[in-house]
């Protein structure tokens, strides 16, 4: 079952987005699976000490956007297939970006710039003997 302990909550984020978000992340982490049961809303409100509205409102997007399912009273399990699974992954990789993109931007660095440094620091990555892997 997940927890949502190792969700470390800002103030700048709506809560209940934060919450979706910490789901999407374990899904592409491996560390939650299609089949795999959440806590109830209660409990999850409980870990993160928030109302259980908030963890309610996040529940609903969840199940929109398809990646959670409730049926009756057993409960809310995680549903992921290939087509969530890529959409999942697109979604935050774009939203990665740009938010280096309007990063770099806010401290006036030049396209040419970044790429250069990008490509210095991916090769510098590598040579340290971390995981890596080509563009």
């Given at each position: 079952m997940l927890n949502f302990?190792?969700?470390?909550l800002n103030t700048r984020d709506p809560v209940y987005l934060q919450a979706t978000l910490y789901v999407k992340r374990m899904i592409l982490l491996?560390?939650?699976a299609s089949g795999d049961r959440?806590?109830?809303r209660?409990?999850?409100a409980a870990q993160l000490q928030i109302n259980p509205n908030t963890v309610q409102k996040a529940f609903k997007l969840m199940e929109e956007e398809g990646y959670v399912r409730t049926t009756g009273n057993?409960?809310?399990v995680i549903y992921v297939d290939d087509q969530i699974r890529e959409q999942i992954e697109k979604e935050l990789t774009e939203e990665l970006v740009l938010d280096f993109i309007r990063s770099?931007?806010?401290?006036?660095?030049?396209f040419k710039r970044v790429v250069d440094l990008v490509s210095e620091l991916w090769e510098q990555e590598s040579s340290d003997g971390k995981r890596s892997e080509e563009p």
């Amino acid at each position: 079952m997940l927890n949502f302990y190792g969700l470390k909550l800002n103030t700048r984020d709506p809560v209940y987005l934060q919450a979706t978000l910490y789901v999407k992340r374990m899904i592409l982490l491996g560390e939650a699976a299609s089949g795999d049961r959440l806590p109830s809303r209660r409990e999850i409100a409980a870990q993160l000490q928030i109302n259980p509205n908030t963890v309610q409102k996040a529940f609903k997007l969840m199940e929109e956007e398809g990646y959670v399912r409730t049926t009756g009273n057993q409960g809310s399990v995680i549903y992921v297939d290939d087509q969530i699974r890529e959409q999942i992954e697109k979604e935050l990789t774009e939203e990665l970006v740009l938010d280096f993109i309007r990063s770099a931007r806010e401290i006036n660095l030049t396209f040419k710039r970044v790429v250069d440094l990008v490509s210095e620091l991916w090769e510098q990555e590598s040579s340290d003997g971390k995981r890596s892997e080509e563009p």
